[in-house]
């Protein structure tokens, strides 16, 4: 087990708990905040903090330079101090994480130039733009398109790369690139029109969900079972919730607060990134922590509650119908508690493997 990591996986998940309370208290609970701005910091302690971190700290492992880790560092520092209020010392640092992750990338590019990892780095200098909008004086559901763009650049050149492995024809990677290139201008369209800029990144969402859906490694992997098949099943699921966000974003364009902005955006989140995350937990821990995360059939329960609670959510948010919306988000809360309670306690000992 490697315990030298365990300090940064520690502080991302402590973030991560942070911004499950914070979402409560948005959803309407009238419960106490702990400190006062901690419900406004719940998006920067999600993005940036909790996934910034694990994100950062993944890049800097397979990198295997110390001053990698100066990113899931200073990211998750930032983020803590912005649910501190202590800005514009949060949003700085947070910054600084986000620069860190985007010299990690290119330091990557420039050792092992392909698609996948120029779309990484291209991932990682989209966070860095929109915290830096943010930084300087922008709200966060005006630089949220490049938060998404963060996220969704950095699994999908995950996917890319895994598809790598079935040989693709040309089409497939001149496609992928096209896919790209709609959602970049879509976020570039937005610091000139907001509403334009997301409605073409949401196109860009889209298109990218149908890419995934015809090209990834997924379909195959349901038939064989076990282990691949729960993944294969995360990641479909994800890629129908992110086609759903690139439609609402099609229609509600630069909607920014409310039952629909809440749908859109997690759809995004919920839907497709923690599902992605439920589907490569069973690969990143073991890498991270160097200990064995063997797949069980339970998995199936945090997974299967997460889209049905989601469902809910979005239901209750587009109809709407209130006690939809306030219990499905509450359940989607009890998720997560529920994928970190049956990873870790699935974790077993293992001899530790190279970084
Ligand atoms: C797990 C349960 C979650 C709950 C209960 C929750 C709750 C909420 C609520 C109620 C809002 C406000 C929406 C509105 O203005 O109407 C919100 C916004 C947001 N959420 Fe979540 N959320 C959750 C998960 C996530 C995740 C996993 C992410 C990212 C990975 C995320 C990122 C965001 C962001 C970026 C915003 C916009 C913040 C802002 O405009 O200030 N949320 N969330």
Redesign the pocket.
């Known amino acids: 087990m490697r315990v030298d990591r365990l300090p940064l996986l520690a502080l991302s998940i402590g973030l991560l708990l942070a911004?499950?309370w914070a979402?409560?208290i948005?959803?309407?609970w009238a419960w106490p905040p702990l400190v006062a701005p901690l419900p406004?910091a719940?998006?920067?302690l999600?993005?940036g903090g909790?996934?910034g971190t694990v994100i950062g700290l993944e890049r800097a492992i397979a990198l295997g330079r110390r001053w990698g880790y100066s990113a899931p560092l200073f990211a998750g520092l930032g983020a803590l101090l912005t649910a501190l209020g202590i800005v514009p010392w949060g949003p700085l640092i947070l910054a600084l994480g986000s620069l860190g992750l985007a010299a990690t990338t290119i330091v990557v590019v420039r050792i092992h130039p392909a698609t996948h990892t120029i779309v990484l780095a291209l991932a990682a200098t989209t966070w860095l733009v929109g915290n830096l909008l943010w930084l300087f004086g922008q709200?966060?559901?005006q630089v949220?398109v490049w938060?998404i763009g963060f996220?969704v650049l950095t699994i999908a050149g995950e996917r890319l790369e895994l598809s790598r492995f079935l040989r693709p024809p040309a089409w497939v990677r001149w496609t992928f690139v096209a896919v790209v290139a709609v959602m970049l201008a879509g976020m570039a369209l937005a610091a000139v029109s907001y509403p334009l800029g997301m409605r073409v990144s949401g196109l860009g969402w889209l298109l990218l969900a149908a890419w995934l859906l015809r090209v990834d490694i997924a379909r195959r992997r349901v038939r064989v079972g076990g282990q691949a098949r729960f993944m294969a099943l995360a990641l479909l699921a994800g890629y129908f919730w992110l086609g759903a966000a690139g439609i609402m974003a099609m229609i509600y364009g630069g909607i920014m607060?409310?039952?629909r902005?809440?749908a859109l955006?997690?759809s995004v989140?919920?839907g497709f990134?923690?599902s992605m995350i439920f589907a490569h937990a069973l690969i990143i821990f073991p890498v991270v922590l160097g200990a064995a995360l063997p797949y069980h059939p339970r998995f199936y329960v945090h997974l299967g509650l997460l889209h049905a609670t989601l469902v809910l959510r979005v239901a209750g948010d587009l109809l709407p119908w209130w006690p939809g919306r306030l219990w499905g988000?509450?359940l989607?809360?009890i998720?997560?508690l529920l994928f970190l309670a049956n990873t870790v306690t699935s974790l077993r000992r293992r001899p530790s493997l190279p970084a």
């Open positions: 911004a499950l979402g409560l948005r959803l309407g406004m719940h998006g920067p999600m993005v909790f996934l709200m966060i559901p949220v938060w996220l607060a409310g039952p902005y809440d955006l997690h989140f919920l990134v923690l988000g509450t989607n809360v998720v997560v």
